[in-house]
């Protein structure tokens, strides 16, 4: 039973009788005796005393101090390791901020992962702000302006630059000022330099060798490859001669340093349209923990520049929701396919929604019928599977299917409707065109995943190159799905 506390509520009253405070004992009342009555003088009225429960029965379901407190959920970054603390500490230093993240190191290096839930707003919200002083900044086109300005007057390296090609040797000019800003005595970089890939951690293909580039079962991927990297080796050996002065031969000594510097280069590099002052250009860019950012092809996050103090913003899409624990990224290429990832990042999707198969036959699919069956909207450069008008739920449509939108061949003419014999007849071709291609490879994608997984300690650049092709054949066997879905829902 709940116990009643006395409450003197008129400010101009008083016990009648002191023998009344006995029942109160220890800031509670006791069950003994009558409840006391409280006289007022003025109006000679008896007042009986304000009862307050101290306990409550049903507390509303509503109210947070009555309810227990929730228990963390588990999230994949859960299983991740944190950073090592002189991982911010290096940047915070140096005016480097983020606002609600955290940089987890995983098996494929380290990410940037939400540390509170965020609600979807009206506006952009900033989750980074990296300053211009710590960035290695090359200009695109001529007069070309590196920034910081680290380079001493008359140092050799600046002629090594200046030999290049602004617009084809972005990646070369970029590897030396990387390089002299490790060698640059108390420069940031030399710090941020601990937390990046080694040769044996990167997935790019410049590190690849001869054995991982069979691996891809791509032939034109792997002669650019070779081109490549032939073209770092023969622009290492021009200017890393055995007569170059110490200075210069201390940051590359060997040709595997160069050529990592490159790999680092092309695939860590951001190009934006900076504005210093009145000067507005295109430049490359080597930018500290935004460049821990993973992509994907739908991302919760973009880059903005803010040219008044000359940072760089990483902020969060206006009306995304975030969770705790959802990995934070951004879209590093539109409009490529597979193997332009595969040549500058060191990998490849099987989701990718601008990946393309190149049909040689004439048969041809109704557009507008094959759109309507996955509810996918928009114009072809903006395809997008409408989620709202799917009746059945599935989670079928992904980006291969929008790539198949794209990359299957099509006809439409205005209000002409489709002849089910016909199409059904354009699908059987185009599967078997499909089917063909598979054929052409060595292994078939269940083959090449038992591959994978008997071999977790293998390179990380054959592992990438085995991926590659996996990926290749599933988006195939994903386009004769969504054909096998399509003839079955056609409209009789």
């Known amino acids: 039973m709940a116990s009643s506390i006395l409450l003197q509520q008129p400010p101009n009253c008083f016990f009648s009788d002191c023998q009344l405070l006995r029942p109160f004992q220890y800031g509670r009342a006791t069950s003994q005796g009558p409840m006391p009555i409280v006289r007022d003088i003025e109006?000679?009225?008896?007042?009986?005393?304000?009862?307050?429960?101290?306990?409550?029965?049903?507390?509303?379901?509503?109210?947070?101090l009555f309810q227990p407190p929730l228990q963390p959920e588990d999230s994949p970054a859960s299983e991740l390791e944190l950073v090592d603390p002189d991982f911010y500490r290096i940047g915070y230093v140096r005016s480097v901020r983020a606002y609600g993240i955290e940089f987890r190191e995983g098996p494929d290096g380290i990410g940037v992962f939400a540390a509170k839930d965020v609600e979807p707003t009206r506006r952009a919200r900033v989750i980074m702000e990296i300053p211009l002083e710590l960035m290695l900044t090359i200009s695109q086109k001529l007069p070309w302006m590196f920034f910081p300005d680290i380079i001493p007057i008359g140092h050799p390296i600046f002629d090594i630059i200046n030999s290049t090609n602004p617009e084809t040797d972005w990646d070369l000019r970029l590897a030396c000022l990387l390089l002299f800003a490790f060698d640059v005595e108390g420069n940031f970089w030399q710090l941020y330099g601990d937390f990046l890939p080694s040769a044996d951690e990167c997935t790019s293909l410049l590190l690849a060798t001869e054995e991982d580039l069979t691996e891809l079962q791509d032939q034109n991927l792997a002669s650019t490859m070779r081109e490549q990297k032939q073209r770092a080796l023969e622009f290492w050996e021009k200017n890393w001669h055995s007569a170059v002065p110490l200075k210069i031969k201390r940051l590359a000594c060997e040709p595997e340093r160069f050529i990592w510097a490159v790999s680092m280069a092309q695939s860590r590099c951001i190009n934006l349209q900076t504005r210093i002052g009145a000067l507005v250009q295109d430049s490359n860019m080597l930018i500290p923990y935004a460049d821990m950012l993973n992509h994907s092809f739908q991302p919760n996050c973009f880059f903005h520049w803010r040219f008044k103090d000359r940072m760089l913003e990483v902020m969060i899409n206006a009306g995304k929701r975030i969770k705790k624990g959802d990995e934070m990224t951004v879209n590093y290429m539109s409009w490529q396919k597979n193997d332009m990832f595969m040549q500058r990042y060191g990998f490849s999707s099987s989701v990718n929604p601008w990946d393309v198969i190149q049909f040689s036959g004439n048969a041809k699919i109704h557009l507008d019928s094959f759109l309507s069956v996955f509810n996918i909207s928009g114009l072809p450069e903006e395809y997008y599977?409408?989620?709202?008008?799917?009746?059945?739920g599935t989670s079928f449509v992904d980006g291969a299917v929008i790539a198949a939108a794209r990359t299957l061949p099509t006809w439409s003419y205005g209000d002409v409707p489709l002849i089910p014999r016909e199409e059904r007849k354009a699908v059987k071709e185009l599967q078997e065109e499909c089917r063909q291609m598979l054929a052409e490879f060595s292994t078939n994608s269940e083959q090449d995943q038992q591959i994978l997984d008997s071999m977790p300690e293998a390179r990380r650049t054959l592992v990438a190159?085995?991926?590659?092709r996996l990926h290749r054949k599933l988006f195939i066997e994903k386009v004769i799905q969504a054909l096998d879905i399509y003839q079955e829902r056609i409209l009789f």
């Open 43 to 64: 109006h000679n009225k008896k007042i009986r005393p304000i009862r307050a429960s101290s306990t409550v029965e049903n507390p509303p379901a509503s109210f947070p």
């Open 385 to 392: 599977h409408n989620n709202k008008s799917a009746c059945d």
């Open 465 to 468: 190159a085995i991926k590659y």
